[in-house]
């Protein structure tokens, strides 16, 4: 069974440009989730989505922002990067929701400069 | 607020140490997973706890929730420098929206030597 796939795995973008990140969930998973990961702040969840619809939303402006389409495979979109947006982009796929188990892909290194 | 505190945040142990890295919360949690990541790779799941009080065994890895699904542990025994990770506990916590929402500790960063 194929695990979570992110692409594009390293992307390197200027300020004040956008960017999109894509996942491929985990077969018959519903559920993606997306995190963003700083050596400062860990972990930080910015939101999820279930069945094509946006179910939570973390504490992150509006430039960020997501879909899901109907074959479960989902995007998150930056827009007006900013320095501070440089991290790790993590997906994680699960078959209901985000606290059963959750199932990570490899992420996307992004870099801005 | 932090709502799950991770400690230590740095463990540096020789090869064949026991250690024990702690998950702590005020909140009550349906469920408890902890995760080990390497540099530059995304989390990978090394268990579920569900019950309060459950203990799994994984290998020299044991994992126990508390009985008030509030606190967790993850014990590892005769460390080996392939255990070097990056170690994350997360739980589901009630959220604003229609599902729960996973909430990541701060971490563990585990180096065994050699």
């Known amino acids: 069974k194929a695990g979570v796939t992110q692409t594009p795995r390293y992307l390197i973008k200027t300020r004040g440009q956008q960017v999109t990140l894509s996942c491929s969930p985990i077969?018959?998973?519903?559920?993606v989730s997306w995190y963003q990961q700083t050596p400062g702040q860990g972990l930080q969840f910015l939101f999820e989505?279930?069945?094509?619809?946006?179910?939570n939303k973390g504490n992150f402006p509006g430039r960020f922002s997501g879909r899901q389409f109907s074959n479960s495979r989902s995007e998150m979109n930056v827009s007006t990067l900013e320095l501070g947006d440089s991290a790790l982009y993590l997906c994680?796929?699960?078959?209901?929701?985000?606290?059963?188990?959750?199932?990570f892909g490899q992420g996307t290194r992004l870099t801005v400069v | 607020t932090q709502l799950l505190e991770q400690s230590p945040q740095f463990l540096s142990i020789q090869e064949g140490e026991n250690l024990t890295v702690y998950c702590n919360s005020s909140?009550?949690?349906?469920?408890l997973q902890w995760y080990r990541q390497e540099p530059g790779e995304g989390p990978v799941l090394l268990v579920t706890?569900?019950?309060?009080?459950e203990v799994k065994k994984l290998k020299r890895l044991t994992f126990q929730f508390g009985d008030a699904r509030k606190d967790s542990s993850l014990h590892i025994t005769a460390a080996q420098p392939g255990d070097t990770g990056l170690y994350l506990c997360?739980?589901?916590?009630?959220?604003?929206?229609?599902?729960?929402?996973?909430?990541f500790g701060s971490g563990t960063q585990l180096t065994v030597l050699p």
């Open positions: 909140s009550v949690f349906s469920s």
């Open positions: 706890v569900v019950t309060g009080g």
């Open positions: 997360a739980g589901g916590i009630p959220s604003s929206g229609s599902a729960r929402q996973l909430t």
């Open positions: 989505y279930f069945s094509e619809t946006q179910r």
């Open positions: 994680a796929s699960s078959f209901m929701g985000q606290d059963t188990e959750a199932f």
């Open positions: 077969s018959g998973h519903r559920s």
